[in-house]
């Protein structure tokens, strides 16, 4: 139990009565059809994202979103009751320099996401574990106790899954939810995406925004990249660069393609962990779903149907197509080589297989 003394943070826990605060301004009655005066009613209908998990991560998440102004109140859920305050705390005294957005905290997970339209799950905290499967086990024996808290206090909302081993536990964040795939989503390759963007932008001197590019599959080693769908203002880059770069074969699009899926272990070993670029992805996701932005992102979807050869209820990576009821679509025609299909049906087999022993 902490002994850090809990100081107050309102002026209703220092003493003054909460009530009084709301004579300080006059209000301005409306006159109705009959003539009657009557107050304005304040509009009750406003955004609420929960962000569960108050690491690195989950706050890289909740601060983006924060100041990109996607929410009326963002909520901060953890266990440690101290370093979720503290968080609170820490947004809260920068009211002054952002849009106005209530900012909650707490350890109780039903009570506090109560109403949300996004729940966005980035716990647990990755730690070394004997095996992957111990590992995952952990991973979503916390999740037990989370999702449903969140499902049944908001029925209606997203879910958002940011940790990892993302397409296994976004699986598994819907069997506990029991809502329609549709609602329930991974982060998937979509940082992934953006890494190679980054990459390519770099190479030939534009903004990585005008470049479209796509990681697919499963998040880790065995992402693919679609090099055929890579264009930059519309016109497609593989052809001129294979043209004009003689070392442009199959072994340096392989070598670009490691250095996407390892970006993420380099930032690690550099500063211990990831939070900006994931943060910034994740707010993307969240406008795109809570604006009903219809964008198209490269994220963990239920992929049966859409995996050549495989039938298998696992969560792959696909670009799909989302708006404010989660997923609206998911392509169906990927450009893909054999050996391209062959890796992605192998993925979603090994998937399977973790899915299969976790007993959902």
């Known amino acids: 139990m902490s002994l850090m003394k809990k100081e107050a943070s309102s002026l209703s826990e220092l003493g003054f009565d909460a009530d009084t605060g709301a004579g300080f301004f006059r209000q301005v009655p409306s006159s109705g059809h009959d003539g009657e005066m009557t107050p304005p009613q304040p ?5 609420k994202v929960s962000v569960i998990g108050a690491g690195n991560v989950g706050m890289a998440i909740a601060q983006t979103i924060l100041t990109q102004g996607l929410a009326d109140e963002i909520t ?11 968080e609170m705390l820490d947004l809260q005294h920068a009211a002054a ?13 039903l009570e506090l996401t109560r109403g949300s339209d996004l729940a966005i799950i980035t716990v647990p905290r990755e730690t070394t574990a004997a095996s992957r499967m111990d590992q995952l086990r952990r991973n979503v ?3 037990r106790e989370v999702v449903p808290a ?3 206090g908001s029925p209606e909302s997203l879910l958002l899954v940011v940790s990892n ?3 296994v536990l976004t699986y598994a964040a819907w069997k506990l939810s029991g809502f329609p795939s549709s609602r329930v989503i991974g982060s998937g390759t979509d940082l992934d995406s953006a890494r190679l963007r980054c990459l390519l932008a770099e190479h030939l001197g534009v903004g990585a925004q005008d470049v479209q590019a ?7 080693d065995g992402a693919l990249a679609l090099w055929s769908s890579v264009r930059v203002g ?3 880059v593989m052809s001129y660069l294979q043209k004009t770069h003689s070392s442009f074969d199959a072994k340096a699009l392989e070598g670009i393609r490691r250095a996407v899926v390892g970006g993420a272990r380099e930032v690690i070993g550099l500063k211990g962990y990831t939070s900006w670029a994931i943060g910034y992805s994740v707010a993307s996701l969240a406008r795109s779903l809570l604006r009903d932005q219809r964008r198209v992102h490269p994220v963990s979807v239920l992929a049966k149907g859409f995996v050549p050869g495989d039938a298998h209820e696992v969560f792959l990576s696909l670009p799909a197509r989302l708006g404010r009821r989660g997923v609206l679509g998911v392509a169906a025609e990927l450009e893909l080589t054999g050996d391209e299909e062959t890796t992605l049906r192998r993925s979603a087999e090994t998937l399977w297989g973790y899915c299969l022993a976790l007993g959902l």
Do not use: K, N
């Open 214 to 220: 796509y990681m697919v599959g499963e998040h880790g």
């Open 43 to 47: 509009c009750e209908r406003l955004t």
């Open 234 to 236: 519309g016109m497609p």
């Open 150 to 152: 969140v499902a049944e």
């Open 141 to 143: 024996g916390l999740l």
């Open 165 to 167: 081993p993302v397409d």
């Open 97 to 109: 320099f952002l849009p106005r957005v209530r900012i909650v905290a707490g350890t109780d997970v």
């Open 76 to 86: 901060l859920v953890d266990a440690e009751a101290d370093r979720v305050r503290g």
